[in-house]
């Protein structure tokens, strides 16, 4: 028993005590991540006709699109209608990137429910606010910045993610957008790429019941869902290969084409992309300060309303820490 009583009297001490490599550690985990910089391998806009080089320009990531175009303007609108019987729900979306060839960037993703997110990355700090938010300023390390950006420019990769990885691209001869020389192509459906293996997922506990009506349906777009459509076109720059201009749509089934319980999505994608090479002249937005918190780990005496001695006040400072309320 004293032993115990001994070992417990020395749990005060041990917690106050800290490894010299404590604090190196803290400032690695927490350093500012910093947005992807890719070297792409060369794309030929000229062979965007085979299927692997089709998914490389269709699910090109934002980031890749800065470092072959530097700066530009990507705008898309998305528009998604599934049916099924009488009952017929929409969801249109609109995408914004403005990219600066110093690496700044600006993301906007909106949809006609209110619902969006949006992104300003000037100097290495990210300043973000939800739809009818304030921006705030950012730690970059707490910010998917590149989720965010690949978001704004992926309205293609969603197209081709949903769509099983079925698209195909034909050639259509060539033309112009907006002073580029671009590649035509049209779109087709092809052999998906991308197919659910039910018999290899996990196996999921669902409740004796099974799962409830809404994660049925989700269950079966993802397990069912066939694509039966695609049409339009898309100019990719001769130059880097990158998407300029894309015009699509496309249509799913889930379930049996001849059943009356059939559902029904149609999807279209338009993507512009303008002003290649110019500055968007980015600026910080006008933000506020989060609001300051006492952090219920860190520091739980004052988190309850308590002061804590000189003792407990030092050892838990940390300069790693600074600024974070704030950021």
């Given at each position: 028993?004293?032993?115990l009583?001994?070992?417990?009297?020395?749990?005060?001490?041990?917690?106050?005590?800290?490894?010299?490599?404590?604090?190196?550690?803290?400032?690695?985990?927490?350093?500012?991540?910093?947005?992807?910089?890719?070297?792409?391998?060369?794309?030929?806009?000229?062979?965007?006709?085979?299927?692997?080089?089709?998914?490389?320009?269709?699910?090109?990531?934002?980031?890749?699109?800065?470092?072959?175009?530097?700066?530009?303007?990507?705008?898309?609108?998305?528009s998604?209608?599934?049916?099924?019987?009488?009952?017929?729900?929409?969801l249109?979306?609109d995408?914004?990137?403005?990219?600066?060839?110093?690496?700044?960037?600006?993301?906007?993703?909106?949809?006609?429910?209110?619902?969006?997110?949006?992104?300003?990355?000037?100097?290495?700090?990210?300043?973000?606010?939800?739809r009818?938010?304030t921006f705030?300023?950012?730690?970059?390390d707490?910010?998917?910045?590149?989720?965010?950006?690949?978001?704004?420019?992926?309205?293609?990769?969603?197209?081709?993610?949903?769509?099983?990885?079925?698209l195909?691209?034909?050639?259509?001869?060539?033309?112009?957008v907006?002073?580029r020389?671009a590649?035509?192509?049209?779109f087709?459906?092809?052999?998906?790429?991308?197919?659910?293996?039910?018999?290899?997922?996990?196996?999921?506990?669902?409740?004796?019941?099974?799962p409830?009506?809404?994660?049925?349906?989700?269950?079966?777009?993802?397990e069912?869902?066939?694509?039966?459509?695609?049409?339009?076109?898309?100019?990719?720059?001769?130059?880097?290969?990158?998407?300029?201009?894309a015009?699509?749509?496309?249509t799913?089934?889930?379930?049996?084409?001849?059943?009356a319980?059939t559902?029904?999505?149609?999807?279209?994608?338009?993507?512009?992309?303008?002003?290649?090479?110019a500055?968007?002249?980015?600026q910080?937005?006008?933000w506020?300060?989060?609001?300051?918190?006492?952090?219920a780990v860190?520091?739980?005496?004052?988190?309850?309303?308590?002061?804590?001695?000189?003792?407990?006040?030092?050892?838990?400072?940390?300069?790693t820490?600074?600024?974070?309320?704030?950021?």
């Open positions: 028993m004293r032993f009583a001994n070992c417990l009297a020395l749990l005060p001490l041990l917690a106050c005590s800290s490894h010299p490599g404590d604090a190196a550690a803290k400032r690695r985990l927490f350093a500012p991540e910093e947005p992807r910089h890719p070297t792409p391998a060369p794309l030929d806009a000229s062979k965007l006709d085979d299927p692997a080089q089709t998914a490389r320009a269709l699910t090109m990531r934002g980031d890749e699109i800065a470092t072959r175009l530097s700066a530009f303007h990507l705008s898309s609108a998305l998604f209608t599934w049916k099924r019987g009488a009952s017929t729900v929409t249109s979306e995408h914004l990137l403005e990219q600066a060839a110093n690496g700044d960037f600006h993301a906007r993703v909106d949809n006609d429910h209110g619902r969006g997110v949006e992104l300003f990355w000037i100097a290495g700090t990210p300043y973000l606010r939800q009818f938010g705030r300023k950012r730690r970059s707490r910010t998917p910045v590149d989720d965010l950006r690949d978001e704004a420019a992926g309205g293609l990769r969603s197209a081709q993610t949903i769509l099983n990885g079925a195909r691209l034909a050639p259509a001869g060539t033309g112009e907006n002073g020389r590649v035509k192509y049209t087709e459906l092809g052999e998906p790429t991308e197919k659910v293996d039910t018999k290899t997922r996990a196996v999921i506990a669902y409740p004796s019941g099974g409830d009506a809404s994660l049925q349906r989700r269950l079966a777009f993802t069912q869902k066939k694509p039966v459509a695609a049409s339009g076109h898309l100019f990719a720059d001769a130059e880097t290969g990158a998407v300029l201009k015009n699509l749509s496309a799913l089934l889930v379930g049996d084409a001849d059943s319980d559902a029904t999505l149609e999807l279209t994608v338009r993507t512009t992309v303008t002003d290649v090479g500055d968007p002249r980015l910080v937005p006008a506020e300060s989060d609001p300051a918190t006492v952090h860190k520091d739980p005496l004052r988190f309850w309303g308590k002061t804590p001695n000189a003792t407990t006040a030092a050892s838990q400072a940390d300069p820490d600074e600024g974070e309320s704030g950021e």
